[in-house]
């Protein structure tokens, strides 16, 4: 089972790998910080170095383990990479599932309604939760909660926790622990605010900001009936210059190959799936 080094640094966007396996379009890394599509949140993209040569790659999935579709001859198994994430696409990413948390935190608390599924992409996120129907001073209402949860740049942080016991010991409806597959017994805990009374605490398993400062203005465009007694908010997040990412790579042979990499330029930047998500 491929290493899911992301669930431990969001922030790191290069790293080295091996190859365990190739199949015709894809490969599957000993470890990695592509993010497969998931929760709401659409995959990672960018490149593999490989003996100098650039692979794109333009699909990760989640099965068994963790499989990388590349544009390319695969690489074979044994093969030292260098992966190379899109960058500004899992920034963004990470920047709306932040946001998510804050909506369904701001939802739950003030209107008792649940989310129930979601979305993101690069420049915009639904969400989808138990209510009958916002009004326009309702949604004006959460937006300004959400700008001024932003202005007070609460730390984000995670941790694992075994299921029995989270389930013993927090709200399974506002960690939405519930939602997810009995077959999942060891948590990661996602939480923002105040480590001794957090505003949000929920169970995820996607990536995201340092604080909530990172995320910027936020701005509720709007709302949609779903069904009975079903909402759809969406949202957008003020454009903002990404961070350096994390590079831990560490000096090796190949570093000339990879500052070649760097000068060229930025790989393309795809648009998601539009898989429906819970956190």
């Known amino acids: 089972m491929t290493e899911q080094l992301y669930l431990a640094d969001s922030g790191v966007g290069r790293f080295r790998a091996t190859v365990e396996r190739a199949l015709d379009d894809r490969v599957v890394l000993d470890a990695t910080h592509f993010y497969p599509t998931g929760g709401g949140q659409p995959n990672d993209t960018g490149t593999l170095l490989v003996d100098g040569e650039r692979l794109p790659v333009t699909d990760v999935t989640k099965k068994d383990t963790i499989y990388h579709t590349v544009d390319g001859d695969p690489?074979?198994?044994?093969?030292?990479?260098?992966?190379?994430?899109?960058?500004?696409?899992?920034?963004?990413?990470?920047?709306?599932?932040?946001?998510?948390?804050?909506?369904?935190?701001?939802?739950?608390?003030?209107?008792?309604?649940?989310?129930?599924?979601?979305?993101?992409?690069?420049d915009r996120a639904r969400l989808d939760c138990e209510y009958e129907r916002f009004s326009e001073t309702e949604l004006a209402d959460v937006e300004a909660e959400l700008n001024a949860l932003v202005d007070d740049g609460l730390g984000v942080r995670d941790y694992t926790m075994d299921r029995e016991t989270a389930e013993g010991e927090l709200d399974t409806q506002r960690t939405r622990i519930d939602l997810l597959p009995d077959s999942i017994e060891e948590l990661r805990i996602v939480e923002i605010g105040d480590p001794d009374d957090p505003f949000d605490r929920t169970?995820?398993?996607?990536?995201?900001?340092?604080?909530?400062?990172?995320?910027?203005?936020?701005?509720?465009?709007?709302?949609?009936?779903?069904?009975?007694?079903?909402?759809?908010?969406?949202?957008?997040?003020?454009?903002?210059?990404?961070?350096e990412p994390v590079d831990v790579t560490g000096e090796g042979a190949d570093?000339?190959?990879?500052?070649?990499?760097?000068a060229d330029g930025e790989t393309t930047d795809p648009e998601g799936t539009d898989g429906e998500g819970d956190a």
């Open 75 to 122: 690489p074979a198994a044994g093969t030292r990479v260098v992966g190379t994430l899109d960058w500004g696409r899992r920034y963004a990413h990470s920047r709306y599932h932040t946001a998510q948390h804050l909506l369904s935190a701001v939802l739950l608390t003030e209107f008792d309604a649940p989310t129930v599924g979601n979305q993101l992409y690069a």
């Open 203 to 243: 169970a995820c398993a996607g990536t995201h900001v340092a604080d909530t400062a990172a995320l910027g203005e936020v701005t509720v465009t709007g709302r949609t009936t779903q069904g009975s007694d079903t909402e759809r908010v969406t949202f957008e997040l003020a454009d903002v210059t990404p961070p």
């Open 255 to 262: 570093d000339e190959a990879a500052d070649a990499e760097r």
